[in-house]
């Protein structure tokens, strides 16, 4: 049986991959008055006088919204909120399974930003943070900027969660190809959420970074830009560099790809330095192959697939990220926890080689990591 039929023979066996089990045994009548009525008024009335005690007494601190309308979903584009839902669904069991969080999935059946910020500022007591996902750019920008006032975390996994990683991958590959990260000129192709995020998070770590999208480099210069491009424009490219791929490429250490598939070849990769490291992330075929890369001179090679070595997945940060920025009750996610985590995660490799340069993601050292770190970031604010 192949990986479709076997997919869809798990999901019509299970219903789906959640359900919805009681904390508390209702076996007998005092069970019953202590969970339901009467006894739950009297935590009501707890709450009504003090509204953090909600905290203390309901689900509220150990559960995340994941908040999605399908409208960028993994590769397959807007396919829409009920073709959504099953990777909603398995958002909710890696979180779940990897830091023993209780996500549940919300599918929105509108595109409307306005309608979006309302719906989940509305749903936002319920829950201890939100993780947006699957929210075309640039509409997710202002959708997570609208959102950061709600009093919890609120974070797009799709930019910040592959930031994180990338940079952690990053720390570790610099050790392999004897580089410095802060020589570094490092190209993205692709100016979407994770493009965007990953550039943010590099520009003061590194000395250059280049962002491409379908029509090139980003420069201020450039006509048709976005806000958001021209602003990323400001920050990066300092050299005023115009053209496409191969012009970004040339003397470049480091090609980090979130853009699409067998977008380069091994004529590419011989324009950048010696010892480069590509990171081709494009999912399930990366911008170029490893075998490919390597050809070209790459030294180190990481993708977003499992059956390659490195593999660049945003599971190894959004877990830790949110247990430790539920269980420090922080209301939102630093720049300084994003930093923090992406340092804990490089750090759990102590000896890099250019076939691991990352934690695997059922390393169990990372959520704790990461989470500690994030803990100890926020507590630094």
Same mark, same amino acid.
């Given at each position: 049986m192949?990986?479709?039929?076997?997919?869809?023979?798990?999901?019509?066996?299970?219903?789906?991959?959640?359900?919805?089990?009681?904390?508390?045994?209702?076996? /007998?009548?005092?069970?019953?008055?202590?969970?339901?009525?009467?006894?739950?008024?009297?935590?009501?009335?707890?709450?009504?006088?003090?509204?953090?005690?909600?905290?203390?007494?309901?689900?509220k601190?150990?559960?995340?919204?994941?908040?999605?309308d399908?409208?960028? =979903?993994?590769?397959?584009?807007?396919?829409?909120?009920? &073709?959504?839902?099953? @990777?909603?669904? #398995?958002?909710?069991? %890696?979180f779940?399974?990897?830091?023993?969080?209780?996500?549940?999935? !919300?599918?929105?059946?509108?595109?409307?930003?306005a309608?979006?910020?309302?719906?989940v500022k509305? %749903?936002?007591?319920?829950?201890?943070?939100?993780?947006?996902?699957?929210?075309?750019?640039?509409?997710?920008?202002?959708?997570?900027?609208?959102?950061q006032?709600? #009093?919890?975390?609120?974070m797009?996994?799709?930019?910040?969660?592959?930031?994180?990683?990338?940079l952690?991958?990053?720390?570790?590959? @610099?050790?392999v190809?004897?580089?410095?990260?802060?020589?570094?000129? =490092?190209?993205?192709?692709?100016?979407?959420?994770?493009?965007?995020?990953?550039?943010k998070?590099? !520009? /003061?770590?590194?000395?250059?970074?280049?962002?491409?999208?379908?029509? #090139?480099i980003?420069?201020?210069?450039?006509?048709?830009?976005?806000?958001?491009?021209?602003?990323?424009? $400001?920050?990066?490219?300092?050299n005023?560099?115009?053209? #496409?791929? $191969?012009?970004a490429?040339?003397?470049?250490?480091?090609?980090?790809?979130?853009?699409?598939g /067998?977008?380069?070849?091994?004529?590419?990769?011989?324009?950048?330095?010696?010892?480069?490291i590509?990171?081709?992330m494009?999912?399930?075929?990366?911008e170029?192959?490893?075998?490919?890369?390597k050809?070209?001179?790459?030294?180190?090679?990481?993708?977003?697939?499992?059956?390659?070595?490195?593999?660049?997945?945003?599971?190894?940060?959004?877990?830790?990220?949110?247990?430790g920025?539920?269980?420090?009750r922080?209301?939102?996610?630093?720049?300084e926890?994003?930093?923090?985590?992406?340092?804990?995660?490089?750090?759990l490799?102590?000896?890099?080689?250019?076939?691991? !340069?990352?934690?695997?993601?059922?390393?169990k050292?990372?959520?704790? &990591?990461v989470?500690?770190?994030?803990? $100890?970031?926020?507590?630094? /604010?």
């Amino acid at each position: 049986m192949d990986i479709k039929n076997k997919a869809l023979k798990l999901h019509q066996d299970h219903g789906g991959k959640l359900v919805v089990r009681s904390a508390v045994e209702i076996k /007998n009548k005092n069970d019953l008055c202590l969970a339901y009525t009467p006894g739950v008024a009297e935590v009501c009335k707890e709450i009504v006088a003090d509204s953090e005690s909600v905290w203390k007494y309901t689900i509220k601190r150990h559960t995340v919204a994941i908040i999605s309308d399908g409208s960028a =979903v993994l590769g397959l584009g807007n396919i829409g909120a009920e &073709a959504a839902l099953p @990777v909603m669904e #398995g958002k909710a069991a %890696l979180f779940k399974t990897f830091a023993d969080i209780d996500a549940f999935p !919300i599918c929105l059946s509108t595109q409307n930003d306005a309608e979006i910020i309302s719906i989940v500022k509305n %749903l936002a007591p319920v829950f201890g943070g939100i993780n947006l996902e699957d929210i075309t750019a640039p509409r997710c920008f202002a959708i997570e900027k609208s959102l950061q006032d709600l #009093g919890i975390p609120v974070m797009h996994d799709d930019q910040h969660g592959t930031a994180v990683v990338v940079l952690a991958a990053l720390l570790n590959a @610099v050790k392999v190809v004897d580089k410095k990260l802060a020589d570094l000129k =490092v190209v993205i192709s692709g100016a979407g959420a994770a493009g965007q995020a990953i550039a943010k998070l590099l !520009i /003061n770590q590194v000395v250059d970074v280049l962002v491409l999208d379908s029509k #090139g480099i980003l420069i201020e210069c450039r006509e048709g830009l976005d806000e958001y491009k021209k602003n990323l424009a $400001k920050i990066t490219n300092k050299n005023k560099i115009s053209g #496409g791929v $191969k012009e970004a490429l040339l003397k470049a250490d480091v090609f980090i790809g979130v853009s699409k598939g /067998n977008l380069l070849q091994a004529d590419d990769i011989k324009l950048m330095n010696k010892r480069a490291i590509v990171l081709a992330m494009a999912n399930p075929a990366p911008e170029i192959m490893p075998e490919e890369a390597k050809k070209g001179g790459a030294m180190v090679v990481a993708t977003g697939r499992s059956d390659y070595p490195n593999q660049v997945n945003n599971v190894l940060a959004f877990p830790g990220i949110f247990k430790g920025a539920l269980e420090c009750r922080a209301t939102q996610i630093t720049e300084e926890m994003k930093l923090a985590a992406a340092y804990a995660l490089a750090s759990l490799i102590k000896n890099p080689t250019e076939q691991q !340069i990352i934690p695997d993601p059922f390393d169990k050292r990372v959520v704790e &990591a990461v989470s500690q770190a994030v803990k $100890k970031a926020w507590r630094k /604010n």
